[in-house]
């Protein structure tokens, strides 16, 4: 049988529904937290830190945390991570109903959180691939569901949910999370065992780190795969920066229709992470990356110089599509060719080099909006995404992908590079 028709394991069904039901809590705490946060101060840059908070343990950690989560069990990092948010969510819950609630407090457990959700996904993004058997068709179909779910409980479901349990009391929306987080730890605790990767000759945390990174950046078409999501954070946080301003004073449109116009997107997202395996199958997994790419970059030129809200809703619509069958293919590929004991720390590093490029693109976005016109960062992003598509068309091709999913044996056999030790023999260059 064809890894095309073959069935997914029951293990993954409860894998989806335990990040399933952890998305829509997700979803209710980001509309909750800065809603929360608004209750205590007026002052921007509070505010500012709160969302901060939550994204500097990627900056600060993120390789180191990839380097643990190779040597932990990825399952019991799971779930003793959701288990931990669960109790962690009780505080600010137990201060909001006391009404002692305060942004420092608030401030740190979103750091707390974003350590939790750190060694969360970068174990899931290890663990799947065991539990698939490092099957890349089995692979795409496994992150287009659990992309799609995230956006659908993420994006649709969990903000209005959480705007409406704050209305009940401010604890409220904390203590839906804490319990969304414990049903996780719940179902990942009853997911199957896999075998810890091999153990590598002892080594120091950060000499293994550093291994990881070596891996990621030696290689064209892993270092491919990374400058993606890192260049397009750079361009799409750019947009989001000035987009709520571009709509209202460019656009004409309000606050409810600044939420459709974020719903378009969404529903774009939705559309092309269900989409990915198609396009992959159909152009071949290189060439789709470089087209959605492409895509991704036509769309937020057209949002540029769209004349109406219908016009630059559409864009949005293309745009997210691209963006979602981009993050189905691209940690599909990964997750099929890295070898097992090194997946954690490939993964950290892919994810760290996205999230330092976030901040650099909202001051981008904040300086030549305010330097030129309110267009200009839109501008700018859709030349940095061209641009993107063109250098590393070449770097992902399906020549390169084809030849490295032919080094790691496809079905999960072995990759010949993990034998050697990464810290003395990084991947070499995969033509």
């Known amino acids: 049988m064809t890894s095309d028709m073959q069935k997914l394991p029951i293990g993954f069904g409860r894998l989806w529904t335990a990040q399933t039901v952890s998305s829509l809590g997700d979803g209710v705490s980001h509309a909750a937290l800065p809603l929360l946060a608004l209750t205590l101060t007026r002052d921007p840059m509070a505010l500012a830190v709160v969302t901060a908070a939550g ?4 900056l600060l950690f993120g390789v180191l945390g990839g380097a643990l989560v190779d040597r932990w069990d990825r399952r019991r990092t799971m779930w003793v991570m959701d288990a931990a948010r669960a109790v962690l969510l009780t505080i600010p819950a137990a ?17 707390l959180l974003g350590i939790g959700g750190l060694f969360f996904d970068t174990a899931a993004t290890a663990y799947l691939p065991d539990l698939l058997g490092r099957d890349p068709a089995l692979l795409e179909r496994a992150n287009s569901r659990l992309r799609g779910a995230q956006t659908a409980m993420s994006g649709f479901a969990g903000p209005p949910a959480g705007s409406a349990l704050l ?3 401010r604890a409220v929306p904390l203590l839906a999370d804490a319990v969304s987080f414990m049903l996780s730890a719940l179902l990942v605790q009853s997911l199957p065992a896999m075998p810890r990767p091999v153990p590598e000759i002892r080594e120091s945390l950060f000499r293994q780190a550093r291994a990881g990174a070596s891996y990621v950046f030696r290689d064209r078409l892993l270092l491919g795969l990374a400058l993606r999501p890192a260049i397009g954070n750079v361009a799409f946080l750019a947009v989001e920066t000035v987009l709520a301003l571009f709509a209202h004073d460019r656009l004409g449109i309000d606050t409810y229709g ?10 774009g997202g939705l559309l ?29 030129l057209g949002l540029a110089a769209a004349p109406d809200p219908y016009v630059a809703g559409l864009a949005l619509a293309v745009c997210g599509a691209g963006m979602g069958a981009t993050m189905v293919l691209g940690p599909s590929l990964r997750q099929a060719i890295v070898p097992a004991h090194l997946m954690g720390r490939v993964a950290s590093t892919s994810r760290m080099l996205a999230m330092c490029a976030a901040p650099i693109g909202a001051f981008l976005g904040g300086w030549l909006a305010t330097t030129y016109d309110i267009r200009t960062p839109l501008y700018t992003a859709a030349v940095l995404l061209l641009a993107m598509t063109a250098v590393t068309a070449s770097m992902t091709s399906n020549r390169r992908v084809e030849a490295a999913l032919r080094a790691a044996g496809r079905g999960g056999g072995p990759d010949p590079r993990a034998s050697k030790d990464p810290a003395q023999e990084c991947a070499p260059d995969v033509v």
């Open 167 to 169: 209305a009940l009391g």
């Open 272 to 300: 092309g992470a269900g989409i990915a395996s198609y396009l992959g199958r159909r152009l071949g997994t290189g060439t789709a990356l470089t087209c959605t790419a492409a895509v991704e970059g036509i769309a937020i």
């Open 55 to 58: 994204t500097l343990p990627w």
């Open 258 to 267: 600044f939420g459709l116009l974020l719903t378009a997107e969404a529903t």
């Open 95 to 111: 201060a909001a109903a006391l009404d002692v609630l305060s942004i420092p407090l608030l401030a740190a457990v979103a750091f």
